[in-house]
RNA sequence: CGGGGCGUAGCGCAGCUUGGCAGCGCGCCGGCUUUGGGAGCCGGAGGCCGCCGGUUCGAGUCCGGCCGCCCCGACCA
């Protein structure tokens, strides 16, 4: 493609509007323009590198076995509320009429089209298992569209569903679903990692999250370096710290006036947060309970809700006055009538500082076991950088990652709804066994440029470049240029991507734009080369630069793009042996 | 939905405090020159100053309401 001849409005300056690096660099190359808040045209560039994503994603689905189909955006509504999911997703679902009154939504995802397939279509044990999935654009009502193309109200998804017979077989689908979700990752160029997630409102036994790490994410993740566990912050688990020694304060009363939270006091009373303790009043299932955690660690109510198998929410203020006789910011275990759950690492500190369950007061040299019984000890907290990994040795880290795909074991969820049905070998009737798989087309895009650029703009992994090579004729006025970078555009354009600026511009102009666009191979075709007969070679975001005969340069190029094709390669097989 | 910031030419911004001709840079159009890191000169086009209302002889500027955009939080498959 000649740059002349497509459309790529670049831009100078940074927009006002953008202020993350992936928003403004696509903005700036001239990859999207902006709708409204929340969706984004993609122009000619932006959607050659959507493609090409694209065709990964649909290479190695078909590689896995699943099988391509198109599910309509229109979802009457009845089948939501089959599954219950119209309440649950409450406002992010968007809601529409037909002119006969009849509901529907636009489909932020496809579990319930897919398991009303599935309940007509299959029948048999013999027809499974079986996978479908489709790439199509989903949309969700988001409270808050930002960050570019990192959340938006309409997106490209890869959504899969797998059907199975049993759980075993689940398991199964649900392996060369991850497996080839860690190629895709690779052949993307992206530094991914899978890690441990919670199911959320979908449903399910099992989830990972495939992640980004970069400073746009919006999700917190813990990872190992050493064994290379990963875990979503909520799901993470640090290992249990070392229990401290015997007591040997006793307990004293001592006056925080005004002094409720863990801040002020460890100031106050020049102690360390971590040899306070906090204490929280929650209501699980009616009931008011204390949750006890260290004062350094915050609670996790994900973790302790699952721990108490129970709903619970923080108490408000009367019924914390009314368990504790104190306002908020004074709760202790001491003398607390009602059960007291502790995180585990309570018990690494002893002598600790605890509210007295009286106003402007805390009590100094208390220790569990002495001064109050634990009912239960369970891990209540999230992890914090530094915190020992569950699996091994090493250290966790805590960072932000970009969600760039998920897999759930959906169990029966939606099938037993729906009355998704099959008759085993024995013909008697059982639910089908599903999983779903989904990946963030866009953000694949957002989270590369993300992980991949300079100060000059965009440095594209060959495998989602828009072009593969660019061939800048930097003297559009000199024939012999023109003619050698038009030769060049030839020879190569038949086996690569290639963009050929040509352009009546300057050739600081054109360095520039080439740079902020970011395809991988620069063939650079001046005058002052030509004069010696040779271009200049070089690989965007590296430094080389070599400068070859011009008859050779076909070649030499054709050769850098295999060479950055088989890093991608090499990254892939890596991701192969270590899933 | 709560907090903060912003809205003036396609883009980036000034002008608003103290009401009185709508400005600058980039980009765009025409011409000449120029060509290895965002070229120079000359000429030109382009505006509902976010919208509605109020105050005033007069509002981009002051007041009220609304809308939109960005960031933080809540929420998030």
Known sequence: MRWSETFIPTLKEDPSEAEVVSHRLMLRAGLIRKLFSGAYTYLPLGRRALLKVIDIVRTEMDRAGALEIIMPTLHPSELWHKTGRYEDFGDVLMKLKDRHGREFVLGPTHEEVLTDLAATEISSYRQLPVTFYQIQTKMRDEPRPRFGILRTCEFIMKDAYSLDADVDSLDNSYNAMYNAYCRIFARAGLPYVPVEADTGPMGGSASHEFMVPCDAGE?????????????????????????????????????????????????????KPCELLKTLIF?????????????????????????????????????????????????????????????????????????????????????????????????????????????????????????????????????????????????????????????GINRIIASAIECSHDEDGIIWPITIAPYEIEILALNSNDEDVMQAAEELYGKLGGSFDVLLDARKASPGGKFKDADLVGIPVQV?????????????????????????????????????????????????EQAENSS
């Open 524 to 572: 650079i075709v001046g005058r002052r080369g030509l004069k010696n007969g040779e271009v200049e070679l070089r690989v965007r975001g590296r430094g080389e630069r070599r400068s070859v005969p011009v008859e050779q340069a076909a070649d030499a190029a054709a050769g850098q793009v295999q060479a950055l094709r088989e890093e991608i390669n090499q990254r892939v």
């Open 283 to 439: 209501v699980a299932g009616g009931k008011p309970i204390a949750v006890i955690v260290r004062g350094d660690h915050d609670v996790n109510e994900l973790k302790l809700a699952s721990a108490l198998k129970c709903e619970l929410e923080l108490a408000d203020p009367e019924t914390i006055q009314e368990v504790t006789g104190a306002p908020v910011g004074f709760a202790g275990p001491v003398g607390l009538k009602i059960p007291i759950y502790a995180d585990h690492d309570v018990a690494s500190v002893n002598d600790c500082i605890v509210g007295a369950n009286k106003a402007d007061t805390h009590i100094v040299g208390v220790n569990h076991g002495r001064d109050f019984e634990v009912t239960e000890w369970i891990g209540a907290r999230y992890a914090v950088e530094g915190d020992g990994c569950p699996r091994c040795a090493g250290t966790l880290r805590l960072r932000p990652g970009i969600e760039i795909g998920h897999v759930f074991k959906l169990g029966t969820k939606y099938s037993e709804a729906m009355g998704a049905t099959y008759l085993d070998e024995h013909g008697h009737a059982r639910t089908i066994v599903m999983g779903c798989y989904g990946i």
């Open 219 to 271: 999700d917190q993740l813990v990872t190992c370096d050493t064994c290379g566990y990963g875990a979503n912050l909520e799901k993470g688990e640090p290992r249990v710290l070392a229990q401290a020694g015997p007591a040997s304060a006793t307990p004293e009363e001592v006056a925080t006036p005004g002094m409720s939270t863990i801040e002020q006091v460890s100031r106050f009373l020049n102690r």
